[in-house]
């Protein structure tokens, strides 16, 4: 019998069709690995059956018996357990009080018998914790295991686990496989959830791509290798598509160079990041999210200063100016986050003047007439659908993005950092702002592109960089890349 | 059954200027409750209220000087809220400044008025930014948040002044605790005759103009209110946070201090404990009403002056306690705070 049988399952996000036609199956005693890139629809799978979405088609069925899972309460009451990215401990409570939160029946049960009772289940399912630890002290790899044991404390028999390995160091990631490969041999079933080829050849039993919302394929590890996986992870009709190679590429203008980024414990975020982008040339950087990404776009952006390394433009070093200086030194930014970037309750035309307020003062004072003439010029050269006193946080996203756009070109950089820059964004202003960057490479502007989106990578770079756990694991051209090459890359396996 | 969800959505345009009308009406009708059960007339209370104050020239010029340091603290509170920077510690600031002009108005006794008054306020600003400068160099360095810590240099400052006062500054001769007169030349010439209005108001009015030009029309005024409303998106976009942070909240203590200056040099001429009766506080009440904009605030700060002038009509004609104006303030600003929460939400039948 079928520990979980998912059947026919959809589920839609506004145009986003997020799971199509989805069957998916565990068996029991069973580790069972979801791969696939970003986007590609595996943590809404698994929310909706840890009932934190609802299907729009589809039946579940749990150890045979159809379910209608509306809640976690009613997915934990069905023996789900999920571990997610984001840990739900309360930092200030112990272990024990951790774990029986939300699951005391309502009795008050003294201190002691809370930790027994912990320790009781932490021998029984042979996960070490320390029930009278206080949750902060504990590295994360601890942490972790105490959500594991938090979902087998409320009797789950199938266990959720969204990227478990995207926040623990290698030690623990050896002592993570370790206690599943134990608790699967004990009666548990569990769901792995990854985008690491490594990884879910080391561990899992089976596995199931999907791609873009649909199942591509699913199969067992013993009937499969990695360059088969990484081809049905990230095949696509995109790589069929021969680019010609550009005449626009120059010389080499803004170089990276060992650029580490330390978080606490001492862990690696980025881990010698080198680089080099040539003037008229994109370089993509692709990767799934959650590799890191995030943080090189707040270090090129200077939201982040490097624990080590350099950023050169032009031999000049920036690694550790201020957003304000890094532009002063030529290099154009787009925010990760557009919302985050700029600042809604001010002005398209403030917003567009703020990167280089000294333009704009006269005499000691804003010069406004100034302000919005440029700001009207930036309208009409971005298409932007707005007037320069229009309120930010009245735009639409693709304007909004526009005006991203409009005020990381306006100083005319010689680089430009895009990061996502079509994230969220509707066919007609991703067409318009892709574009654009093209132009801007036919113009000689060095481009670092950092995009989760593999199509727009594929469509734009001229070189693709991937990066994978803080590293770039491999630049390849464009004309060279393949499904093979980029997914083993991806998944951390090239 | 029916059913009603309420979700979020984008407040119209015209509840900008109908909020401040609604809230002040939402809050008598509130009051008025509080009035009826003190077995009074309401709309004979908010006659001695807010129509009587106004009604004789002596009331009028009153309410001017009730509402002369409420107008210099609400705009301190408003430079510093708008960028963001929480600056509890007016009342603080506040004595800082009185101190300064204390110390000035009892020394200098050959200078004649033309330096000594420019040199009082100048002093008092300076004072002002000093008690202002530990919290906002904590927040700056080490994200300590501002508003205990300026809160809390306004317990040590009424020790401070409480220090002065028994100690280096008790008058010898009576022992009263106050600390030694201002020499004629020092003290802000009267505005007109047979009234208490004095030099201040026309400070206090100098800054609202001085402030409003600078938040609206200087690059600085554009950092400021970037840095209050996304810290993040103002780093983005290359603007030094905390330099801009620690302008605002200098000039915020600053502006602070020249309040106490003025209730000093125009009111009592020497320092006393009671010198301020919240005015650092209430100047966070104007600052809200006002949306933290100068004129709104100037308009708040002598809307509070009026209503603190009129509780005392109030309670000699109709017996009602003379805390109806503090409660009508503070009504006003909870209303005012729920609206503007409100405003933000709609109901739908569903």
């Not at chain 1, 979801?34 to 059956?49: H, Y």
């Not at chain 1, 609802?54 to 749990?62: Q, W, Y």
């Not at chain 1, 700029?342 to 000294?358: P, Q, R």
Request: proline share 3%; aromatic share 6%.
């Amino acid at each position: 019998m079928l520990a979980v049988e998912m059947k026919g399952i959809n589920k839609t996000f506004g145009l986003v069709k997020a799971n199509q036609d989805v069957h998916f199956c565990l068996e029991q005693g069973e580790i069972h690995a979801l791969l696939g890139e970003n986007g590609a629809g595996k943590t809404t799978l698994m929310r909706i059956l840890y009932g934190l979405y609802k299907a729009d088609d589809g039946e579940i069925f749990i150890n045979g018996q159809k379910v209608a899972i509306s809640s976690p309460k009613e997915a934990i009451g069905a023996g789900v357990g999920m571990v997610t990215q984001h840990f739900t401990l309360v930092p200030t409570l112990t272990v024990a009080e951790n774990i029986v939160l939300g699951y005391t029946n309502g009795l008050l049960l003294s201190h002691k018998d809370i930790e027994k009772s912990v320790a009781d289940a932490s021998e029984k399912y042979g996960v070490d914790v320390d029930p009278s630890a206080i949750v902060k002290n504990l590295s994360v790899g601890e942490r972790q295991r105490v959500e594991i044991l938090k979902a087998l404390y409320r009797n789950a028999r199938i266990l959720i686990m969204d990227e478990p390995t995207a926040v623990l160091v290698p030690q623990e990631v050896d002592v993570l496989f370790e206690s599943l490969t134990r608790l699967v041999k004990a009666g548990l079933s569990v769901i792995f959830i990854s985008h690491k080829l490594i990884e879910v050849m080391a561990v899992c039993d089976r596995i199931t791509v999907l791609r873009d919302g649909k199942v591509t394929s699913t199969v067992k590890k013993s009937d499969t290798n990695q360059i088969e996986l990484a081809k049905m992870m990230v095949g696509r009709e995109t790589f069929g598509i021969k680019r010609q190679p550009s005449k626009t590429i120059g010389k080499a203008i803004y170089e990276l160079s060992g650029i580490t980024l330390e978080g606490k414990h001492g862990r690696k975020i980025l881990d010698g990041i080198s680089f080099s982008v040539a003037t008229g040339e994109i370089l993509g950087i692709a990767g799934v999210s959650g590799n890191g990404q995030g943080e090189l776009t707040h270090v090129l952006t200077g939201l982040m200063k490097p624990t080590s390394g350099s950023i050169k433009i032009e031999g000049k070093e920036i690694s550790h100016l201020s957003p304000g200086e890094i532009s002063d030194a030529g290099v154009g930014r787009t925010p990760e986050d557009r919302h985050e970037g700029t600042i809604g309750d001010l002005t398209v035309s403030e917003n567009l003047a703020l990167e280089n307020l000294a333009d704009f003062t006269k005499n000691g004072f804003v010069d406004q007439k100034k302000i919005n003439e440029s700001a009207k010029e930036k309208i009409k050269e971005f298409q932007i659908k707005a007037s320069p006193n229009d309120q930010l946080r009245k735009l639409s996203g693709g304007n909004m993005q526009k005006v991203v756009l409009a005020r990381a070109l306006s100083r005319k950089p010689k680089v430009l950092i895009a990061s996502q820059p079509t994230r969220g964004l509707d066919v007609g202003a991703t067409e318009y702002v892709r574009k654009r960057l093209l132009e801007e490479k036919e113009h000689g502007t060095a481009i670092v592109l950092l995009s989760e989106d593999l199509d727009e990578v594929l469509a734009l770079a001229d070189r693709i960089a991937v990066i994978y756990e803080g590293c770039i694991k491999g630049i390849v051209p464009a004309a060279e890349a393949t499904p093979e090459k980029i997914g083993l890359l991806m998944a951390g396996a090239g | 059954m029916v059913k009603f969800k309420i979700e979020r959505a984008a407040a119209p345009f015209w509840t900008k200027t109908l909020i401040p009308i609604v809230a002040v009406l939402v809050t008598f009708l509130i009051t008025s409750i509080l009035i009826v059960i003190a077995k009074a007339n309401p709309f004979a209370a908010y006659y001695h209220l807010l129509i009587e104050p106004l009604s004789s020239r002596f009331s009028l010029l009153e309410v001017l000087v009730k509402s002369t340091p409420l107008i210099l603290t609400g705009i301190a509170v408003a430079v510093a809220f708008t960028s963001g920077y929480f600056n509890i510690g007016a009342e603080g600031q506040l004595y800082a400044g009185a101190i300064a002009a204390a110390w000035v108005g009892s020394t200098f006794v050959n200078l004649p008025a033309i330096v000594v008054i420019p040199l009082m306020m100048v002093l008092g600003f300076l004072a002002g930014i000093v008690w202002a400068l530990i919290p906002a160099l904590l927040k700056i360095k080490l994200k300590v948040d501002e508003v205990v810590t300026t809160l809390l240099m306004n317990s040590i400052m009424v020790y401070v002044v409480s220090w002065l006062l028994n100690g280096i500054w008790r008058n010898p001769e009576t022992g009263a605790q106050q600390s030694p007169e201002f020499f004629e030349a020092a003290r802000y010439v009267k505005l007109a005759a047979r009234s208490r209005l004095h030099l201040g108001l026309i400070v206090a009015l100098v800054v609202v103009a001085i402030v409003y030009v600078l938040i609206k029309k200087t690059p600085l005024g554009l950092k400021m209110r970037a840095i209050g409303a996304s810290k993040v998106g103002a780093q983005f976009a290359g603007i030094n946070v905390n330099r801009t942070m620690l302008i605002a909240a200098l000039v915020s203590g600053g502006i602070a201090g020249l309040a106490g200056v003025g209730e000093i040099a125009g009111i009592h001429y020497h320092l006393i404990n009671e010198l301020s009766n919240g005015y650092g506080y209430t100047g966070i009440i104007a600052a809200t009403l006002g949306g933290l904009n100068p004129i709104g605030v100037l308009v708040a700060a002598l809307f509070i002056g009026l209503i603190g002038t009129g509780s005392l009509n109030v309670s000699m004609a109709l017996r009602v306690p003379v805390y109806l104006g503090d409660i009508v303030q503070s009504t006003l600003l909870l209303v005012t705070l729920a609206m503007l929460l409100l405003q933000n939400y709609r109901i739908k039948r569903i």
